[in-house]
């Protein structure tokens, strides 16, 4: 930069570009504390040798309660013991209805069919709710539901993030490794593992879940990419992949440490420049980006699923097509001037060529073999050791870095040694991973309580370092992650602890005149369960079930179009739509184009790894409500599916909207009340000239939209 | 219009139900003016105005953005040395460094004469603007950090090159609200996508309704924003249902601000679907405003046609307009030859001048602050040794500023005799919104917003008040 402007003078270089770089988040802590900047709440310092998150992992003992009735686990004396302390009453139980339908959007983010509702009503049994949420953890739609929360924190997307914003194929498989991974509950600790250096694994065991361990690498691999050619840029796309790991897996933020020691926790940039040698250690594939078109540089290091003898098999046969490609085009470019133009053997010899043409073309830029499946993974590179980079600036080379792990946190595991030539990675995921890492577990049991009850405990799961907000709970925390450790990592059994705790199953609602409401209206103590919107993909998926129209078969890869024709610039970046009715969870996601559907309903930005969704309420939400044709054909698919009913009467159909829609019966009035308005409506189409039929249709339909559009849908108790 | 009757807005069923009964009757308030009755008694309290750090010297901002980089040298930096030195070579650095090379310096093949009683320098590219050359002030000291369109771009909106943050209209909306409850505080009229995409005007972590809304000239100006055609008319009486619906359900729960949010963005959409388009509806408009403009009968696209909307929501209370002039193809990015530029400014010159001049004639410039900005500069030198254009440049470039706070008739910074370095009065993009905060009466240092533990700014840690602008 030739110009410095005084206001930069005093930041040594930094975020937002080469020079200047990314965020200064770090930065922004130092000014903060030393005054600089005014903020909101300033922070009194806080010490890393007692910070909670940070402390060696014990099981605390179930604090003792006055209230011996309430708590059905041992999980529920930790909030009752506070609440006790607070002076504050939890509230009562949910009622079935409401536990059914919240259990269902919670597990598989749908709502329960009137037979499931049917059934649980009537079984009395004891086991009647442990019944249903076994049947949920056993449905394949968990997967869709939980996976989809951790596609949040692994910024999933089905594009590169470069400037033209590549498509990348082959993403859709990490995305369905994730639900298998849930599906399965593969231990956490392996999810981690496979995710970090599933292609070491292989190395290790080749034929054990070999695809799976690769493809899990997609994780590193969708780093966010930047600019217009291969790799620009790569030290911010390796900060990508350094910091969202380190949110990911640790709760903790790596990035301020590119260029200076982290100002709040206790990271600095030799730790930084530690993790960077072992992901600049690795090979990244290269998706596309503008250059792909102006400078035909083919897609490089995606990987082949097949065992290596079989993939090499296929790669030289691929050579070879290609070298008798070329070949064979060169004889019938030679041949062309001895066919007469326009004549039928010139029109064929045409035809032909330029046939061989697209697929050389495709064969040439696929960058893998084009018929045999491979996956945007990583791979082992060389096995070297980086300098540091002064101020983030690559063009500022320090001293090499030997590759290591945050000193800090590794007092009380065992020194990392990386075997010669290998990358590290999986050595840091074996560190991430040993019960000891004081920061995996708790992060994890963090995000799924978050999943279950829309806050988490400490209030950003991907931020537990010092500059965030001390949990409300830390002691069940603790409890919750040894008890995950012990289980063997299982997340199912984290649902198990936390569906069955009286916490868990408390009322949403309350009196208001209930002392929580003063003392604690936000509540934190957890005094209640929290009311939450259903998410983008839940309000789609549940109009789409309501229209009989979801297909909840997995859907595969995306129909983007076939390589040949790819020749996006960030001029004329990649953009499309793909309308389905497949889960939401399948829908195509770009980076730089948001998906206008999913964007409007508060769905992240896949640049960033994002740990809580915010939840507005929009008018723009509010016009796709009212105004957008999907809304509406959902509307007349359940309205005539009602209608259909003819052995019902109009008050049992009326009645079994309601049931379908807001999963309980329906209440006298709302009866009432509905029956009044279709007749009002049929009366003023009547008055516009709709004939009786058709005017009861349109009655039907404005009803059907009422129910698919209002709170009692949106909203889960 | 819907001749329904009003069906009454109290919660319980026996409202409708009396309510209904009522209607069967006939009489009453009109449905419309019971809806917008209800916006105004503001239960749309997403959208409302908050107090500024001090006293504002504009109450709105206009943003126009020339995509592509806008030459600084052919416009209104004007460099007599590039003419004389013109084809000698030059050390010119390239996009990566591994592209720096010597390149034959480019005198600029547009006219430059001096406007105004300032005497200020601009080329025949702006005729119609150089005749306002008084009301403006040139800043010609810009700079930005990365010389790709994308990054230059987002940065130019977000302060950011890199990482996603929200956008300058989202801060402002966050600090200051909007004076209409009926629309959204930030609204951007972009035909197309400049690069970056909707990632230039997004709200990221500020709260969603700071995101700006997104205008597609032409037939379908706002998504959503029509009703679905339909056979009869039941939407009416299929909101009212709705409300009473939410009502009901809400009644039932106690703490209940998530639910009356739901319930009030609902109103503020139908307030929108009546307000937005009466703002888009020109109709009223004399013939000589019009004209002025350049649009022509039935014209929901041109330029002219977004600079007279834009004024149009500044009437009505709308805090930030922007106008994105093109999108990422065929815009001011000339390569091959600067005489691209020429139908580029043509296309913008006349209704610039009619929106400033419009502004002016109405009152409505003292409280409005106009931006014409671009993402980065061109290269003194040409793209290629064969090349009549110019390559990106982010070491200089040139911005023009106006109407509230403005010094009028001014300049502000200097760069070198071949526009290739700042040698007066740098204005980092930093100082760039720094100095447009703080005319609209906010201190960009305290505009922070906290978010996972921690506190951000539109202008990072950086950024200071450029003073010499300001009037």
Known sequence: MS??????????????????????????????????????????????ASWWAYQELQRPYPPEVKDRRWPRTDLDRFILSKLEALQLKPSAQASKDELLRRLHFDLIGLPPSLNEQKAFRADRSSNAFSNVVERLLASPHYGERWGRHWMDVVRYADTAGDNADYPVPESFRYRDYIIDAFNQDLPYDQFIVEQLAGDILTQEAPTVRRAERIVATGFLALSRRYATGPFELMHLTLEDAIDTTGRTFLGMTFKCARCHDHKSDPVTARDYYGLYGIFASTRFPYAGSEEFQSKSLPRTGFVPLAPPAEAEAALAANRQRLQELRTELARLDASKTAAESNSPARTSLDTRIQQLRLELKRRERSGTHPDAPAAYAVSEGKGEDHPLQKSGDPGQPGDKVPRCFPAFFSKSTPPPVLPTGSSGRLELARWITHPRNP???????????????????????????????????????????????RSGWSIKHMHRLILHSATWQQTSGFKAQHQGSIKDPSNRWLWRQNRQRADAEAIRDSMLLMGRQLDLRRPGAHPFPPIEEWRWTQHDPFKAVYESNHRSVYLMRQRIQRHPYLALFDAPDANVSTDMRPVSSLPTQALYLMNHPFVQEQARLFADTLLAQTHLTEKERLAQGIESAWARPAKPHELKTASVFLRMCQKQAGAEGLASDESLREAWISWCRVLITSNPFLYID | MNPNPLM????????????????????????????????????????APRPSHHPARAQHLIIVFLTGGMSHVDTFDFKPALQARHGEPADAAGLRPDEARKQ????????????????????????????????????????????????????????????????????????????????????????????????????????????????????????????????????????????????????????????????????????????????????????????????????????????????????????????????????????????????????????????????????????????????????????????????????????????????????????????????????????????????????????????????????????????????
């Open chain 1, 3 to 48: 110009v410095s402007a005084p206001s930069n003078t005093h930041t040594p270089g930094s975020p937002s570009g080469p020079r200047r770089s990314s965020i200064h988040i770090a930065l922004v802590w130092l000014l903060l504390s030393i005054g600089w900047m005014s903020a909101n709440e300033p922070t009194p310092p806080r010490d890393p």
């Open chain 1, 439 to 485: 920061l995996t577990g708790r992060t994890m049991v963090n995000r799924i309580w978050q999943g279950h009850f829309g806050h988490a405990l400490a209030a950003t799961p991907s931020n537990l370092g010092l500059s965030s907000e001390p949990p409300s709970h830390p002691e069940l925390i603790d409890w919750l992650a040894s008890e995950f450790i």
């Open chain 2, 8 to 47: 009454g807005f109290r919660t319980t069923r026996r409202d409708f139900l009396k309510a209904s009964t009522w209607m069967v009757g006939g009489g009453g308030l009109s449905l419309q003016a019971a809806l917008a009755h209800r916006a105004s008694m503001g239960e749309a309290a997403v959208f």
């Open chain 2, 104 to 471: 034959p310096l480019l005198g600029s093949p547009f006219e430059f004469r001096r406007h105004g009683q300032a005497g200020i320098w601009v080329s025949d590219l702006f005729p119609k603007l150089a005749g306002l050359a008084d009301q403006l002030c040139i800043v010609r000291s810009l700079h930005t950090d990365i010389v790709e369109h994308f990054q230059a771009t987002l940065a130019m909106h977000t302060g950011s090159s890199t990482v996603p943050m929200p956008s300058i209209g989202s801060w402002i909306s966050h600090g200051l609200g909007t004076r209409n409850p009926n629309l959204p505080a930030y609204m951007v009229f972009a035909e197309h996508l400049p690069y970056a995409g909707a990632q230039v005007f997004d709200a990221q972590f500020l709260p969603a309704h700071h995101h700006g809304l997104r205008i597609i000239p032409g037939d379908d100006l706002i998504p959503n924003l029509k009703a679905l055609p339909r056979k009869t008319s039941l939407a009416d009486l299929e909101q009212e249902m709705l409300q009473q619906v939410n009502q009901d359900h809400a009644a039932r729960r106690s703490h209940g601000a998530d639910l009356r949010g739901q319930m009030s963005s609902l109103a503020v959409a139908r307030g929108m679907m009546q307000t937005a388009p009466a703002a888009f509806d020109i109709r009223g408009e004399s013939q000589a405003t019009l004209d002025a403009y350049g649009v022509k009968p039935g014209d929901r696209r041109s330029f002219g046609w977004q600079c007279l909307g834009a004024r149009r929501l500044v009437e009505r209370g709308v805090r930030v307009v922007e106008i994105i002039d093109t999108g990422s193809g065929d815009n001011w990015d000339s390569h091959g030859d600067m005489a691209a530029h020429r139908p580029k400014a043509a296309r913008v010159d006349q209704s610039l001048t009619s929106l400033l001049t419009d502004l002016r004639e109405r009152g409505l410039l003292q409280d409005t602050l106009v931006a014409i900005c671009t993402e980065f500069g061109r290269t003194p030198w040409t793209d290629g040794l064969n090349s009549k254009g110019r390559n990106h440049f982010a070491k200089a470039f040139t911005c023009l500023l106006a109407g509230a706070g403005i010094k009028p008739g001014s300049t502000y910074g200097e760069t070198d005799e071949l526009g290739s370095t700042i040698v007066k009065d740098p204005m980092h993009v930093h100082d760039y919104h720094a100095t447009i905060l703080h005319l609209m009466g906010l201190d960009h240092t305290r505009l922070t917003y906290r978010y996972g533990g921690r506190d951000f700014r539109l202008t990072d840690v950086h950024g200071n008040v450029a003073h010499g602008v300001i009037s």
